[in-house]
């Protein structure tokens, strides 16, 4: 069973990612939220771990970093 605390660990794993390659490729987060379809305000909750965004919102970030979903989620 996945407890909460590990949900949140993981969001906050996802969001730490997401920010790292994002600014690995010098994207701000209004930049990577066009690019997504999100609003900007959204994709900030993620990386900060506070938004569990759904697997297709995971799908579109991934390939605008140009990334697979796994090295987002590692």
């Given at each position: 069973m996945i407890t909460s605390v590990n949900m949140t660990d993981s969001a906050k794993k996802l969001g730490k990612n997401i920010r790292k390659l994002r600014l690995e490729r010098t994207l701000t987060q209004g930049g990577l939220s066009k690019?997504?379809?999100v609003d900007?305000?959204?994709?900030?909750?993620?990386?900060?771990?506070?938004k569990n965004p759904t697997l297709a919102t995971i799908e579109k970030i991934a390939k605008a970093l140009g990334v697979s979903i796994e090295e987002?989620?590692?």
């Open positions: 690019k997504v379809g900007t305000p959204y994709l900030s909750n993620v990386e900060n771990g506070n987002l989620m590692k």
